[in-house]
């Protein structure tokens, strides 16, 4: 194939067309059909597992527990889920009626968007590939896949996973960079699922207006940590070093940054040291944490520590730098302020600055003054104060006392708001992210009900409505 745009384009024409064809017998298949469609992508799954993990590696150095534990066991977790439920959620559901048509049946029918796009990131590249895939395919959609172009390694296992499972009408992977996803992006989807940052999410909810696509964005953004004065601080130290340096701080739902009552500062950075102390004794931490994904990410962490100290924030926890293996220490920087870039983009690396505040109330104001979170952390014991919280505050999810696991609960939708993202998934919620709720009123046909609305409207009707209005009203 030409490598030209124009090719591209003709080419993922012709491919979309015929996922198009197929995907009209997609919308005729039972629950029971769709099931075996997700134990064939278990079984691929599985059968890849070796080879994900030695691509994870070669891609940013991923330690196999990680991928284990944050690649593969939520996927298998989600197909679970589905399994077990899709015949329940495809069948239509009944619900009332209202007067005067209460002799009908009303029904939400749960159809397939018909074909879809997903478009992944590279820092959880398989599972943020695989995760909507599970969704599409359970709602009967015919979908294409384009992953990162950062994680290559991986998305060859992903493409492979894909063809071993499903033949290229019903799903297909297509690897390449942004021209790809842009050329993919002129094909008139009917959904375009994306996980990414949110100035490329603005390009791609732009790219769905010319045809009107539905949009799922799962976008990211700077989401805060809140420690109160009446909070556990060795667990709160404990839980936000870990889901930090996940990853090494590569998770759109990482806690970004700590708002702290300013007098607890010293004694909570006491415990953050100490919870370093014990990850790190088990182990190499090195080791255990991923690598920057690529030399542009890794400069850029540079470049954000340097101009916060340039600023006058402290490094009070590591701040080392690893240029061979690309990777950076843990990192924990007080005093920063706000014209600081730490505190203007999402950090989506592993260091952690703690903001002293006054009281909840700043918390929230600091919270409140800036775009609306992926994720809100609460560290509190103060039934009063989590839920002054919780209602002065709009974010995508939040999780009180813990961090990053309120994702792996498929009974909660996981999504965005506004600024992180429109829409959410996992479990029924990505179901019906890829499904249309379809109203049908099937109408009682012994006699015409709606007869009676019919002009002329003489006198006898115009006392029936009048009759009507007051019922309604
Ligand atoms: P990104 O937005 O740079 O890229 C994501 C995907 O979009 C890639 O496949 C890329 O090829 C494609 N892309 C990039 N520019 C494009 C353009 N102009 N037009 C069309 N396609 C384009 O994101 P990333 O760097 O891969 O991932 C990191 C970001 O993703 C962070 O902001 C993170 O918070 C966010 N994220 C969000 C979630 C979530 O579930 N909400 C999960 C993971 C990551």
Redesign the pocket.
């Known amino acids: 194939m030409e490598n030209t745009l124009h090719s591209v384009d003709l080419s993922f024409s012709a491919l979309y067309q015929k996922q198009l064809a197929f995907s009209h017998s997609l919308r005729l298949t039972s629950a029971k059909e769709r099931i075996a469609k997700l134990d064939r992508l278990h079984a691929a799954v599985s059968a890849h597992e070796e080879a994900l993990i030695e691509a994870m590696w070669a891609d940013f150095k991923k330690p196999s527990v990680e991928v284990k534990l944050t690649e593969l066991a939520p996927l298998y977790m989600e197909i679970k889920h589905f399994k077990k439920n899709l015949s329940k959620w495809m069948r239509p559901k009944k619900v009332s009626n209202h007067f005067p048509f209460l002799l009908g049946k009303s029904r939400i029918h749960y159809e397939p968007k018909g074909v879809v796009l997903i478009?992944?990131?590279?820092?959880?590249p398989f599972y943020?590939a695989l995760a909507p895939l599970i969704a599409a395919v359970a709602a009967g959609n015919a979908v294409t896949i384009?992953?990162?172009?950062?994680t290559t390694h991986t998305a060859k296992i992903i493409s492979k996973v894909i063809a071993s499972a499903f033949t290229p009408d019903e799903v297909q992977v297509v690897e390449?960079?942004?021209e790809?996803?842009?050329a993919l992006?002129e094909q008139p989807f009917h959904h375009i699922f994306?996980?990414?940052?949110?100035?490329?999410?603005r390009?791609?909810m732009k790219?769905a207006a010319k045809h009107l696509a539905g949009v799922t964005l799962?976008?990211?953004?700077k989401s805060p940590a809140i420690i109160d004065e009446s909070a556990d601080l060795p667990a709160a130290a404990a839980k936000l070093m870990w889901g930090k340096f996940l990853n090494a701080g590569?998770?759109?739902?990482a806690p970004d940054y700590v708002l702290i009552n300013k007098d607890m500062t010293t004694v909570f950075m006491a415990e953050l040291e100490k919870a370093l102390e014990t990850f790190e004794s088990k182990s190499k931490a090195s080791v255990d944490m991923s690598a920057i994904v690529s030399e542009r990410h890794y400069q850029r962490m540079r470049h954000l520590l340097q101009d916060a100290t340039e600023k006058g924030a402290k490094i009070l926890l590591g701040g080392h730098f690893d240029n061979e293996n690309r990777r950076l220490s843990p990192t924990v920087v007080t005093e920063v302020t706000s014209d600081m870039l730490l505190m203007q983009e999402?950090i989506?690396g592993p260091i952690l600055p703690l903001v002293g505040v006054k009281h909840t109330q700043d918390a929230i104001d600091h919270i409140n003054a800036n775009d609306k979170p992926?994720a809100l952390y609460v560290f509190s014991r103060n039934s009063f104060k989590i839920d002054q919280i919780l209602q002065q505050t709009s974010s995508?999810g939040s999780c009180i006392n813990d961090v990053v696991v309120h994702i792996t609960n498929p009974e909660l939708p996981?999504?965005?708001i506004n600024q992180?993202?429109l829409g959410n998934y996992h479990g029924l919620a990505g179901f019906k992210a890829f499904s249309h709720e379809k109203s049908v009123f099937h109408q009682f046909t012994r006699f015409n009900v709606n007869k009676m609305l019919y002009p002329p409207y003489g006198p006898q009707k115009q006392k029936l409505i009048k009759w009507l209005m007051k019922l309604i009203k």
Do not use: D, H, R
């Not at 384009?146 to 950062?150: A, L, N, V």
């Not at 994306?194 to 999410?201: D, E, H, K, L, Y």
């Not at 799962?218 to 953004?221: H, R, S, T």
């Open positions: 478009i992944a990131p590279w820092n959880y943020l384009k992953p990162s172009e950062f390449g960079g942004i790809v996803s842009q992006l994306f996980t990414g940052s949110t100035p490329v999410g390009e791609i790219a799962e976008l990211g953004g590569q998770t759109c739902i999402e989506f992926l995508g996981f999504g965005g992180s993202g």
